[in-house]
């Protein structure tokens, strides 16, 4: 597993207590001038190529920067705001060990995937009414489709790499309100995600119990149509090796998913570069 250097946390910290991140007001009640879309537009241009090969922390971190220089000119920018969510999904389960800084990476993921569905004008409408996320679900369409992803992975990761086993408890209804954002999606865009959000399902029902709505037949079931709906992304091989089959106690046949994932030539596949890395190299330390 990698790891931040302190110079390259320093930086970050820096990204994250300045400017746009420091303490996030919602779009609509700030005064921003008017952008230049020409200017936001060429700004954007350079932000994908550096996530398209951000491949270390160095990068990433680069990368990261970079979005949020386009928020700088264009705080309501749906691309950045659901880029930067994914990627501090990436930075907190990837690029360290430290549950502290994992807690404030899938924090931060959750505030930009938030902040991407308050782009939307019904859902706004409906959170300055006082509903929550979950609760506002139904105005979000499939414009929002990578913000209600990255919002349910987020809280995942943050479920799983984060809480004790009190705080799972007190916080278990969070896993049901993303099951809310999992068939929201699945309503607006069922062929969105590369089996990503029958993962996530997957992960609600095993990870719930029964009383609450657990289900693991129901979980079988999203996890075999995730793969199903993954056949280009590596994704889905990875996430049977890593969670599915260890779940189920199938050790064997957990290490021959890894191994393929492992084995794989990434460049065949859909998911960004930066995650096609971090399954591979995953999978990779998992064998070892």
Partial sequence: MR??????????ITFILSGCAKQWQPTWQQAVPPSNQQSVEHLLEQTRKKYARADTVEKLSASIQAYQWVLRAAPD????????STQYILLGTAYTEKRAEKAAYFKQAIVYAEWAMYTN???REKIEQGMKPWQAADALTARESEAMLFWVTAIQYEFKEVMSLYAKIINIDRLNHALT??????EVNPQFGGGAVEFCKAICYYALPSSKGGDKKQGDLAMQQAVAHGEKWLLPRWALGKYYYPIRGEDLKAQQELTWVANQDINQFNDPWPWRIHFREN??????
């Avoid at 954002?181 to 699945?186: D, L, P, S, T």
């Fill in 3 to 12: 790891h931040f250097s302190k110079h390259m946390l320093l930086i970050l």
């Fill in 77 to 84: 920018n749906y691309e950045a705001l659901q880029t930067l």
């Fill in 121 to 123: 004008p019904h859902f």
């Fill in 181 to 186: 954002m999992i068939n929201r999606i699945q």
């Fill in 283 to 288: 999978a990779q330390q998992l064998l070892q």
